[in-house]
């Protein structure tokens, strides 16, 4: 049986205590190490261990990298049945600390006070922090202030009703924050303005409320309250507009290295089709490449940030997006001819992969090739299964670590069509 504990290494030996039995599996809580690894570290954050944000900040970073590389082979040899797999070696973060320009403050009353953190592992129980040595040191001096402002001061007022505060930051050093509240807040919009003067680096403050549940970090409407609605983020030579909302990536610096793998792979692409293209991150840099590209995403409001991003660029005549389901859009006769004229297809889904109607749509398309992108390499072995069942060969996979001291690995897979009826 699988027994599931935080804390120990792979190649250590522990005693634990079982908490709770399952029909396949139990879950443990570490008692003591028994055998210790040599490639364990220190941790570096106070509340590691409690904090669900970073899993492995115990294990040595070059043993990190090693570790995900053999999550990915092994998932692809387990799960997509894959002999031998080209698994290369992952791809290092520049930034191994302060490297995240996003976060997503949960915010609590407390005695009166403000507490702000992040979620206990496996549970939404608060864990206060004043500050936190993943995100960029800008955003890490937000949380402190927002954890020590009273409720006589501006930001003190602006948070009196949150219940979360997202923030993202540019590397020009320019960072937008959305406040999220149950309803339409006043004191927010009283205290906005204030509020922007006693951030530094501070372009805008929005208001995000009307959220679908309690826990959910952004409301389904917002107001601009103070300030700009985004920043400036550049990759290559390619400028994107980001406001807190966008689908756009945590960790820009290992982007730019994904942007350097794929580009060897799409040269002399005629039209590519980039699915689930959030913000259009890769449609325009095919679209830079000269392809002609259409991105499909179903949220809209990513889809009207792609646009605009792509007439920033002037490469709004070689990209076209539709806001549809990715799985239904490739049933369609639009989705049919567009595949069909493919010689690239990217997919970038959501955690939880791609779906069998796509999937099928592109072996019935055959394109040449096709780059997927995956941060689960379970569901991106399952994908690639059917892929390689119906003619496609799997060239190799690049890991990437996007997401350094956490158990979680971005994979870039190269498919070719090889079979021939």
Same mark, same amino acid.
């Given at each position: 049986?699988?027994?599931?504990?935080?804390?120990?290494?792979?190649?250590?030996?522990?005693?634990?205590?079982?908490? /709770?039995?399952?029909?396949?599996?139990?879950?443990?809580?570490?008692?003591?190490?028994?055998?210790?690894?040599? /490639?364990?570290?220190?941790?570096?954050?106070?509340?590691?261990?409690?904090?669900?944000?970073?899993?492995?900040?115990? +294990?040595?970073?070059?043993?990190?990298? =090693?570790?995900?590389?053999?999550?990915?082979?092994?998932? +692809?040899?387990?799960?997509?049945?894959?002999?031998?797999?080209?698994?290369?070696?992952?791809?290092?973060?520049?930034?191994?600390?302060?490297?995240?320009?996003?976060?997503?403050?949960?915010?609590?009353?407390?005695?009166?006070?403000?507490?702000?953190?992040?979620?206990?592992?496996?549970?939404?129980?608060?864990?206060?922090?004043?500050?936190?040595?993943?995100?960029?040191?800008?955003?890490?001096?937000?949380?402190?202030?927002?954890?020590?402002?009273?409720?006589? $001061?501006?930001?003190?007022?602006?948070?009196?009703? @949150?219940?979360?505060?997202?923030?993202?930051?540019?590397? #020009?050093?320019? @960072?937008?924050?959305?406040?999220?509240?149950?309803?339409?807040?006043?004191?927010?919009?009283?205290?906005?303005?204030?509020? +922007?003067?006693?951030?530094?680096?501070? @372009?805008?403050?929005?208001?995000?409320?009307?959220?679908?549940?309690?826990?959910?970090?952004?409301?389904?409407?917002?107001?601009?309250?103070?300030?700009?609605?985004?920043?400036?983020?550049?990759?290559?030579?390619?400028?994107?507009?980001?406001?807190?909302?966008?689908?756009?990536?945590?960790?820009?610096?290992?982007?730019?290295?994904?942007?350097?793998?794929?580009?060897? $792979?799409?040269?002399?692409?005629?039209? *590519?089709?980039?699915?689930?293209?959030?913000?259009?991150?890769?449609?325009?840099?095919?679209?830079?490449?000269?392809? #002609?590209?259409?991105?499909?995403?179903?949220?809209?409001?990513?889809?009207? $940030? *792609?646009?605009?991003?792509?007439?920033?660029?002037?490469?709004?005549?070689?990209? $076209?997006?539709? !806001?549809?389901?990715?799985?239904?859009?490739?049933? =369609?006769?639009?989705?049919?001819? *567009?595949?069909?004229?493919?010689?690239?297809?990217?997919?970038?889904?959501?955690?939880?992969?791609?779906?069998?109607?796509?999937?099928?749509?592109?072996?019935? !398309?055959?394109?040449?090739?096709?780059?997927?992108?995956?941060?689960?390499?379970?569901?991106?072995?399952?994908?690639?299964?059917? +892929?390689?069942?119906?003619?496609?060969?799997?060239?190799?996979?690049?890991?990437?670590?996007?997401?350094?001291?956490?158990?979680?690995?971005?994979?870039?897979?190269?498919?070719?069509?090889?079979?021939?009826?």
């Amino acid at each position: 049986m699988v027994v599931f504990c935080f804390g120990p290494l792979p190649g250590e030996r522990a005693a634990v205590r079982v908490t /709770a039995c399952k029909p396949s599996y139990a879950i443990a809580e570490l008692e003591r190490l028994l055998e210790v690894s040599p /490639a364990r570290a220190q941790p570096f954050c106070p509340v590691f261990g409690t904090c669900g944000g970073c899993q492995v900040q115990h +294990l040595a970073y070059g043993a990190q990298l =090693t570790w995900k590389r053999e999550l990915v082979s092994s998932a +692809l040899l387990r799960i997509g049945g894959i002999q031998s797999p080209d698994v290369r070696e992952t791809v290092p973060a520049p930034a191994i600390r302060n490297y995240r320009n996003k976060m997503a403050l949960v915010v609590e009353r407390r005695d009166g006070k403000n507490a702000v953190g992040f979620y206990r592992a496996r549970s939404h129980e608060i864990v206060p922090i004043d500050a936190c040595p993943a995100v960029d040191p800008l955003l890490s001096e937000y949380v402190g202030r927002f954890a020590h402002a009273t409720s006589q $001061e501006p930001l003190g007022i602006a948070l009196a009703e @949150a219940t979360h505060v997202v923030a993202r930051q540019s590397r #020009r050093g320019e @960072a937008i924050i959305s406040i999220t509240t149950p309803a339409r807040s006043q004191k927010l919009e009283h205290a906005a303005h204030e509020a +922007l003067a006693a951030l530094p680096g501070a @372009a805008g403050i929005a208001n995000s409320y009307e959220p679908r549940s309690a826990n959910a970090v952004a409301g389904r409407r917002s107001r601009q309250l103070a300030g700009r609605g985004d920043v400036e983020e550049t990759i290559g030579n390619i400028v994107y507009r980001v406001s807190p909302a966008s689908f756009f990536q945590i960790n820009v610096a290992v982007v730019e290295r994904i942007f350097a793998a794929v580009e060897p $792979e799409i040269s002399g692409t005629v039209n *590519a089709v980039d699915l689930y293209c959030g913000m259009g991150t890769f449609s325009l840099l095919f679209a830079q490449h000269g392809g #002609r590209t259409i991105g499909v995403e179903e949220n809209r409001h990513a889809i009207d $940030e *792609a646009r605009a991003n792509a007439a920033r660029n002037g490469l709004d005549r070689r990209v $076209e997006f539709f !806001a549809a389901r990715v799985e239904d859009w490739t049933q =369609t006769a639009q989705g049919r001819a *567009a595949l069909a004229r493919a010689d690239t297809v990217f997919l970038d889904p959501p955690r939880k992969g791609s779906d069998a109607a796509t999937l099928r749509a592109l072996c019935e !398309a055959r394109v040449a090739r096709v780059l997927y992108l995956s941060c689960d390499p379970a569901t991106l072995a399952r994908d690639l299964r059917v +892929l390689v069942a119906n003619g496609y060969a799997l060239r190799n996979v690049q890991p990437f670590d996007m997401f350094p001291q956490t158990g979680h690995v971005e994979s870039l897979a190269v498919l070719s069509y090889v079979r021939e009826d």
